[in-house]
């Protein structure tokens, strides 16, 4: 068996560049090829018979960034393993490419170690999570997606205005936008998240949203 393929999909050479030295320099690791943008990384699934292991996906690129890449593949091909790359730690843009599938992030200035971790975690467990997804969230991920009891099970303890607040939690919207639409105060909101964050064994609102996702307690 021949070493994992990585596809690197991102606009800025000298990084791609970089970074496919230092992958090829990893154990059972090689890059199959580089693309300046998702348009690119398109024409090359549809060309190729083969597809890569894992695809590294640049989430600001132009002609067609990441968030519009992962919706294209959560339609035709879902069973793809990406990791998205970003130079910021933008949470909205990051639960946008968790919600159309991608298996985690990295930021650019990640560790080569944990690079390497990253990419044998998403091979073996199907997801990689950085430290601001606590441990505990883990465990959750033994649950299947789409078994309806443990969906049931994960909505244990809630209450309906809870549930609410992690449908909107979900989406894009700001905690201030959510205080609104539910017609509560922000205050109320913090609330809300807090319970949810005990309830769920997360620390942050990234974490609240693989937790939801992974449980099928949510959809797009």
């Not at 154990?27 to 690119?40: H, L, P, R, T």
């Not at 990689?128 to 969230?137: E, P």
């Not at 309906?160 to 936008?177: G, M, N, V």
Request: proline residues 3%; aromatic residues 10%.
């Amino acid at each position: 068996m021949g070493p994992h393929t990585i596809a690197i999909v991102d606009d800025h050479s000298l990084f791609a560049e970089s970074l496919q030295g230092l992958i090829n320099n990893f154990k059972d690791f090689k890059v199959d090829y580089i693309v300046n943008n998702g348009q690119e990384l398109l024409d090359k699934l549809a060309y190729k018979k083969y597809h890569p292991d894992v695809i590294l996906l640049d989430i600001k690129m132009p002609y067609m960034d990441g968030v519009q890449v992962m919706r294209w593949l959560k339609s035709n091909l879902p069973e793809m393993k990406v990791l998205a790359l970003s130079m910021d730690d933008d949470e909205k843009i990051i639960i946008q490419m968790l919600k159309y599938g991608a298996k985690g992030y990295l930021l650019k200035d990640i560790h080569p170690d944990e690079l390497e971790y990253a990419l044998n975690e998403v091979l073996n467990k199907g997801f990689y999570y950085t430290d601001r997804v606590s441990d505990s969230l883990i465990n959750s991920l033994n649950l299947e997606p789409n078994d309806s009891k443990s969906k049931q099970q994960a909505f244990v303890n809630l209450n309906e205005r809870e549930i609410s607040f992690l449908e909107l939690a979900c989406t894009e919207k700001t905690y201030r936008e959510i205080a609104d639409e539910m017609c509560i105060s922000v205050k109320t909101v913090d609330g809300y998240r807090e319970s949810l964050f005990k309830k769920f064994g997360v620390s942050n609102r990234i974490g609240l949203v693989i937790y939801a996702l992974k449980n099928n307690m949510v959809t797009i």
